[in-house]
Protein backbone atom coordinates (compact mmCIF):
# COMPACT_ATOMS: atom_id res chain seq x y z
CA UNK A 1 0.00 0.00 0.00
CA UNK A 2 1.17 3.23 -1.12
CA UNK A 3 1.75 5.78 1.70
CA UNK A 4 2.73 9.80 1.95
CA UNK A 5 2.25 10.30 6.00
CA UNK A 6 3.07 14.14 6.57
CA UNK A 7 3.81 15.47 10.31
CA UNK A 8 5.10 17.95 12.48
CA UNK A 9 3.15 20.57 11.72
CA UNK A 10 1.41 22.75 14.94
CA UNK A 11 1.13 26.54 16.13
CA UNK A 12 3.94 29.03 15.87
CA UNK A 13 4.75 32.37 16.51
CA UNK A 14 5.46 34.78 14.04
CA UNK A 15 9.27 34.43 13.09
CA UNK A 16 9.36 30.74 14.93
CA UNK A 17 9.96 27.83 13.04
CA UNK A 18 8.72 24.39 12.46
CA UNK A 19 9.96 21.46 10.94
CA UNK A 20 7.46 19.16 8.77
CA UNK A 21 8.06 15.31 7.28
CA UNK A 22 6.89 13.49 4.51
CA UNK A 23 7.60 9.39 5.27
CA UNK A 24 6.96 7.56 2.39
CA UNK A 25 5.73 3.51 2.01
CA UNK A 26 5.08 1.44 -0.67
CA UNK A 27 6.92 2.73 -3.27
CA UNK A 28 10.33 3.45 -5.08
CA UNK A 29 11.11 6.27 -3.03
CA UNK A 30 14.31 7.17 -4.93
CA UNK A 31 12.66 7.44 -7.93
CA UNK A 32 10.19 10.32 -7.63
CA UNK A 33 10.72 13.96 -6.96
CA UNK A 34 8.82 15.00 -3.90
CA UNK A 35 7.34 18.24 -3.70
CA UNK A 36 5.33 20.45 -0.92
CA UNK A 37 2.38 22.07 -1.59
CA UNK A 38 0.03 24.04 1.08
CA UNK A 39 -3.57 25.13 1.00
CA UNK A 40 -5.06 28.34 2.84
CA UNK A 41 -8.25 28.70 4.03
CA UNK A 42 -10.19 30.28 0.52
CA UNK A 43 -7.21 29.23 -1.66
CA UNK A 44 -5.81 27.01 -4.23
CA UNK A 45 -3.15 24.52 -3.61
CA UNK A 46 0.50 26.30 -4.10
CA UNK A 47 3.59 24.96 -4.19
CA UNK A 48 5.81 25.45 -1.77
CA UNK A 49 8.99 23.70 -2.58
CA UNK A 50 10.65 20.23 -4.10
CA UNK A 51 13.58 18.26 -3.77
CA UNK A 52 14.43 16.44 -7.49
CA UNK A 53 15.16 12.62 -7.02
CA UNK A 54 17.68 12.49 -10.26
CA UNK A 55 20.08 15.02 -8.64
CA UNK A 56 18.96 16.24 -5.19
CA UNK A 57 18.35 19.92 -6.55
CA UNK A 58 16.27 21.83 -4.33
CA UNK A 59 13.52 24.64 -5.76
CA UNK A 60 11.29 27.00 -4.12
CA UNK A 61 8.42 29.17 -4.57
CA UNK A 62 9.33 32.55 -4.37
CA UNK A 63 7.13 33.42 -1.35
CA UNK A 64 9.15 30.77 0.92
CA UNK A 65 12.89 30.97 -0.87
CA UNK A 66 15.62 31.94 1.72
CA UNK A 67 13.68 30.86 4.82
CA UNK A 68 12.18 27.13 3.73
CA UNK A 69 14.71 23.88 2.78
CA UNK A 70 13.57 21.01 1.93
CA UNK A 71 15.93 17.92 2.10
CA UNK A 72 15.89 14.08 1.77
CA UNK A 73 17.06 10.68 2.86
CA UNK A 74 16.58 7.76 0.61
CA UNK A 75 17.88 5.25 3.56
CA UNK A 76 14.61 6.35 5.30
CA UNK A 77 12.54 7.39 2.32
CA UNK A 78 11.73 10.68 4.09
CA UNK A 79 11.70 14.29 3.10
CA UNK A 80 11.55 17.19 5.06
CA UNK A 81 10.84 20.69 5.32
CA UNK A 82 12.79 22.99 7.69
CA UNK A 83 10.88 25.73 8.16
CA UNK A 84 12.11 29.20 9.32
CA UNK A 85 11.34 33.12 9.86
CA UNK A 86 7.64 31.81 9.62
CA UNK A 87 4.87 34.53 8.64
CA UNK A 88 1.17 34.34 9.19
CA UNK A 89 1.02 34.17 5.84
CA UNK A 90 2.26 30.94 5.61
CA UNK A 91 -0.37 29.61 7.65
CA UNK A 92 -2.07 26.67 5.65
CA UNK A 93 -2.20 23.19 5.21
CA UNK A 94 1.13 21.28 4.36
CA UNK A 95 1.03 18.47 2.04
CA UNK A 96 3.86 16.25 0.28
CA UNK A 97 3.09 14.60 -2.66
CA UNK A 98 6.11 12.33 -5.17
CA UNK A 99 5.64 12.34 -8.95
CA UNK A 100 8.02 10.61 -11.23
CA UNK A 101 7.74 12.52 -14.03
CA UNK A 102 6.30 15.72 -12.94
CA UNK A 103 9.97 18.21 -12.56
CA UNK A 104 10.39 19.93 -9.56
CA UNK A 105 10.35 23.71 -10.83
CA UNK A 106 6.89 22.97 -11.76
CA UNK A 107 5.75 21.85 -8.59
CA UNK A 108 7.72 24.26 -7.17
CA UNK A 109 6.48 27.41 -9.17
CA UNK A 110 2.46 26.20 -8.86
CA UNK A 111 0.20 28.86 -8.03
CA UNK A 112 -3.36 27.34 -8.51
CA UNK A 113 -2.67 23.31 -8.98
CA UNK A 114 -4.24 21.95 -12.65
CA UNK A 115 -2.56 18.57 -12.92
CA UNK A 116 -2.02 15.64 -10.78
CA UNK A 117 0.59 13.92 -8.83
CA UNK A 118 0.94 9.89 -8.86
CA UNK A 119 0.83 10.21 -4.73
CA UNK A 120 -0.66 12.59 -2.09
CA UNK A 121 -0.44 12.06 1.76
CA UNK A 122 -3.02 13.58 3.80
CA UNK A 123 -2.02 16.95 5.14
CA UNK A 124 -0.65 18.63 8.26
CA UNK A 125 -1.48 22.24 9.63
CA UNK A 126 1.01 24.85 9.96
CA UNK A 127 -0.71 28.07 12.09
CA UNK A 128 1.79 30.92 12.38
CA UNK A 129 -0.07 33.56 14.85
CA UNK A 130 0.92 37.22 14.96
Known amino acids: EVQLQASGGGLVQAGGSLRVSCAAS????????VGWFRRAPGKDHEGVACISSSDGTAYYSDSVKGRFTISSDNAKNTVWLQMNSLKPEDTAVYYC???????????????????????WGKGTQVTVSS
Open 26 to 33: GFTFDRYN
Open 97 to 119: AADSLRHCALVAATTSLNYGMDY
